[in-house]
């Protein structure tokens, strides 16, 4: 027989007989690696870890503790639910059911059959028995004609229009227990590895995603290797659930979503503006003390600046039509950077104006499909904390290290502390995918790395991950929960210069190009405080709270003096509101609890006569009493410093 060679992620090469299969090779590595195998990337191919390999190969063994293994777990668990659903409701037809981020959902045709909770229970009472089998996944390989057949014959009318979209591809079956499905892969070895499920909701789905479909019902879920998994897991779902932006938004009065003025067009009122306002003033501040430039420019711009960005038509499906006015035509702009590129060309720059940082709080506007819109994260129209640094190439790393160390202020201001980066790099097998020339890339990935260094962050290099026109850093931030949230892109751009002919004369006289750094630590501001108002469920700390202190008069005898202390502090700039209505304080003080503001000062007679404030913590309680300017310096203080902890 013949040997192969498998190239293992550590570089090391080992020699196996041809036709080994991804779970032998797991076996010679470790008895706890074949136990948690899940799947194997072979040759940047995921495959299923029974598949034999017949060729030398660079393979990745996938286990829970990725995303890979987790989606060949979660969309083995797709298929599971599928033979659960059709052996409970014979005749069902499937759409498509894929792993998502956190779990899998399959869409279904039951005809006239609405889905309720009763019937999620018994699916699920039926996976688990059918898991319980543990019976093995196993892979088909046909030709297109004999799928089609088998699916014209089970009358799936759904996977039929799927193969008419696969006519020139290798067409795979997958099978398990009763259950045959038109899949890609991969698959986990066998259904017994499913050991906790739990079906999660319903919901709509039109077919394909199209409204002119039929609308099928989709049901979400997810599975766990382990019962405490699930229960950990439910138990973050159920804390996200009260930490929702969307519901924390229309309680603490941040934003509004107004079906008059449109899905996805946020509108900030009063609390939010302030949250919002103060993020600004804190990240203008910074940039003024790092040299940035303001600028302000139109929400629309003429559509040649946009086919000269490429924008247009490369991105038109994610922007709004153009719109005609006499015999031009504007496009709402989906970017920022074209307008700033104006700039650079309103005069001529030598080497010594670079590095030229201009920044706005500038709004655009993208398209999304009304299905996708979500509270403040998928939004129509949002306001990017955007600046575009022209750089010489010599300044590229320096600059680098200025606006990571400015992420991470941002960061540590607002109480992030786990993050990692991710430096994205070409792909060195497919050089001729990217603009920019070739010394350049290889310059501006050194200037990077050094910066990483520099900066002392913790990253990974991603090959292949590169935006088409440079190089670029992500930073990946945990919130509370423990989700992921990618924020503050860092780009260097080679295309766009070229494109907008953005020249500088250097100190040999000649014409260069500049480097473009864009950047954004907060990204979108909208998303953005909708993921801080998750990350601190909606209590905010003291400098970003929209009210920092509530007056609470005990009787109307001691309203003057609680008009005095609203006045006082209101005079030196803390946020505070004066509850002078005609109700028991204890009510008063239930409800700004609810309200999540730091303080409340209970004004009674005691304190009129001492000049004083009963100081209350939100969720911390009573403080006891002290002199009103301390209480002042104390706050003035705190906002200043912009503790985190309240
Ligand atoms: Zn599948
Ligand atoms: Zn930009």
Request: with cysteine; charged share 30%.
């Amino acid at each position: 027989m013949n040997q192969i060679t498998i190239i293992l992620p550590d570089g090391s090469h080992r020699t196996y007989a041809e036709g080994t299969t991804g779970q032998q090779i797991a076996e010679s590595i470790s008895k706890g690696l074949a136990r948690d195998a899940l799947s194997v990337t072979v040759n940047g191919e995921l495959w299923d870890l029974f598949r034999p390999i017949s060729k030398d190969a660079a393979i990745t063994i996938h286990t829970w503790g990725d995303d890979e293994g987790k989606h060949a777990y979660w969309h083995s668990a797709a298929h599971l639910m599928a033979e659960a659903v059709e052996s409970l409701f014979p005749g069902a037809k499937f759409g498509v059911g894929p792993a998502i981020d956190d779990g899998f959902y399959y869409d279904l045709d039951l005809g006239d059959h609405s889905l309720t909770q009763d019937d999620l229970k018994l699916i699920e009472e039926k996976m688990k028995l059918l898991a319980g089998r543990d019976v093995p996944f196993e892979r088909e390989e046909i030709s297109w004609d004999d799928a089609f057949e088998y699916f014209r014959k089970k009358g799936d009318q759904y996977k039929l229009e799927l193969l008419e979209g696969l006519k020139e591809e290798r067409i795979s079956l997958y099978h398990h227990g009763n259950f045959t499905d038109l899949c890609a892969g991969p698959h986990i070895p066998s259904t017994g590895r499913i050991k906790a499920i739990k079906l999660l909701n319903v919901a709509g789905a039109y077919w394909r995603g199209s409204e002119k479909n039929k609308m099928l019902q989709r049901i979400y879920g997810v599975t766990f290797p382990s019962a405490k998994e699930l229960e950990d897991y439910l138990k973050r779902l159920e804390e996200a659930k009260k930490r929702d932006h969307r519901k924390l938004g229309a309680e603490l009065e941040l934003f509004l979503l107004s079906p008059k003025v449109g899905g996805g067009l946020p509108i900030w009122l009063p609390n939010g503006t302030i949250v919002r306002e103060t993020l600004e003033t804190f990240l203008r501040e910074e940039q003024r003390k790092r040299g940035y430039l303001p600028v302000v420019t139109p929400h629309i711009g003429n559509l040649n600046l946009y086919r000269t960005s490429g924008h247009y038509p490369y991105y038109k499906d994610s922007q709004f039509a153009p719109i005609k006015v006499e015999d031009e035509e504007y496009l709402l702009k989906p970017m920022n950077c074209p307008h700033h590129h104006q700039i650079y060309l309103a005069k001529p720059r030598s080497y010594r104006d670079l590095p030229l940082r201009l920044a706005e709080f500038g709004t655009v506007y993208r398209y999304e499909q009304s299905g996708e819109l979500n509270g403040l994260t998928r939004v129509r129209s949002f306001t990017v904390d955007d600046s575009h640094m022209y750089v010489r190439q010599d300044q590229l790393r320096d600059e680098l290290c200025d606006v990571i160390d400015l992420i991470k202020l941002v960061f540590e201001t607002l109480g992030f502390t786990e993050w990692r980066t991710r430096l994205s790099f070409r792909d060195p097998r497919n050089k001729e995918k990217y603009g920019g020339a070739d010394e350049l890339w290889e310059e501006a990935e050194r200037a990077i790395k050094d910066a990483a260094d520099i900066m002392k962050l913790k990253y990974f290099i991603a090959m292949g991950e590169a935006a088409f026109y440079g190089p670029k850093i992500d930073f990946m931030v945990q919130d509370a929960l423990g989700r992921t949230w990618q924020l503050g892109t860092v780009q260097a751009d080679y295309v766009m210069p070229e494109r907008f002919n953005l020249e500088y004369t250097g100190s040999d006289g000649q014409k260069h190009r500049p480097v473009i750094i864009h950047r954004a630590p907060f990204g979108s501001l909208e998303r953005f405080i909708g993921l801080l108002i998750e990350h601190y469920a909606g209590e905010f700390p003291l400098w970003l709270a929209p009210v920092q202190a509530a007056i609470l008069p005990i009787t109307d005898l001691q309203l003057d003096y609680a008009r005095k202390v609203y006045e006082n502090l209101r005079h030196v700039g803390i946020r505070v509101e004066l509850d002078d209505r005609n109700e028991k304080v204890g009510y008063k003080i239930r409800e700004w609890e609810t309200r999540k503001v730091p303080y409340m000062l209970v004004i009674g007679d005691r304190e009129k006569q001492s000049e004083s404030v009963a100081v209350r913590q939100h969720k911390k309680g009573d403080l006891g009493s002290v002199p009103l300017l301390d209480f002042r310096t104390k706050v003035l203080q705190e906002v200043q410093t912009k503790a985190i902890t309240r």
